[in-house]
């Protein structure tokens, strides 16, 4: 199957990962218009819901967050407002802008007894990562060293002409402390928005292979395998991950044939 989930340019969803398409990895992306809404529900599963752009109220049983929200694009350099939403919650996003959010989901579980909780900018730990035209900026939404069960969510901006997820690295095999196994998505989006980025998925067997030219609001699926992404000169890369599986713990292992690149 192809690993490359284009986006819809018109309606309300941006972009889904298709039911069925990972085991413990969910995820959607929606536009919203003035005073459009949409509806949420977490079921059994618990979700994050990633303000990419634009303002919002949530609202829900035992929590209303109001007026959240002051990044026109996720390429400014601000952190988003994010909630954490437990097994069985309902929520409704009220757009009080145009707005663009992603509703990230993982397994949950009602007997840990998470409560909703709101993810404001100054929650989120940001970082530089790599060197040189390695270079790229992290922001932890949803790190591992926050309350979820099985939940973590990441955005990495990347200039422009830069590599990024590279060294290539892989997190597919339940081997902690070395490796964690963990599903993933990117969610891309490009500056100027006409742009693309390349994002190539490989396993060590080649098994799966591919390399794919990813263009604004596409979604990227790694079941497993390495996944690194390049951007070409003159465009900005932005993308969300979001990574789940059987242990919350976040361990890779770097390509051997490519791990001389962090001496350089």
């Not at 959240?68 to 954490?84: H, T």
């Not at 969510?153 to 060294?167: A, K, M």
């Not at 902690?176 to 980025?197: A, D, I, M, R």
Request: with cysteine; aromatic share 10%; hydrophobic share 35%.
């Amino acid at each position: 199957m192809s690993l490359l989930v284009k986006s819809t340019p018109r309606g309300q969803t941006l972009v889904a990962l298709p039911a069925g398409g990972l085991e413990y990895v969910g995820f959607s992306a929606y536009r919203l218009g003035l005073g459009q809404t949409l509806a949420v529900s977490a079921d059994d599963k618990e979700l994050c819901l990633v303000l990419l752009s634009g303002r919002v109220t949530i609202d829900g049983e035992g929590f209303s967050w109001q007026n959240l929200g002051d990044r026109r694009s996720v390429f400014e350099d601000k952190s988003p407002f994010a909630a954490y939403l437990p097994p069985n919650t309902v929520a409704q996003v009220t757009a009080l802008s145009d707005v663009q959010i992603a509703v990230c989901a993982a397994p949950g579980s009602a007997a840990a007894g998470l409560a909703p909780r709101l993810i404001r900018p100054e929650h989120c730990k940001r970082s530089v990562r790599g060197k040189g035209a390695n270079t790229r900026y992290v922001c932890d939404i949803l790190p591992d060293s926050e309350p979820a069960h099985s939940l973590l969510v990441v955005e990495v901006r990347t200039p422009s002409g830069h590599s990024s997820s590279y060294p290539p690295h892989k997190h597919d095999t339940d081997d902690l402390p070395h490796q964690s196994f963990l599903e993933e998505t990117y969610y891309h989006q490009v500056n100027p928005p006409q742009g693309f980025v390349f994002q190539r998925v490989y396993t060590d067997d080649r098994s799966i292979d591919q390399a794919m030219a990813v263009e604004n609001h596409d979604l990227v699926v790694v079941p497993k395998g390495y996944h690194p992404v390049s951007v070409p000169y003159g465009y900005e890369s932005y993308y969300l991950n979001v990574m789940a599986g059987p242990k919350r713990a976040w361990h890779f292992h770097n390509d051997p044939q490519h791990s001389w690149l962090l001496d350089l």
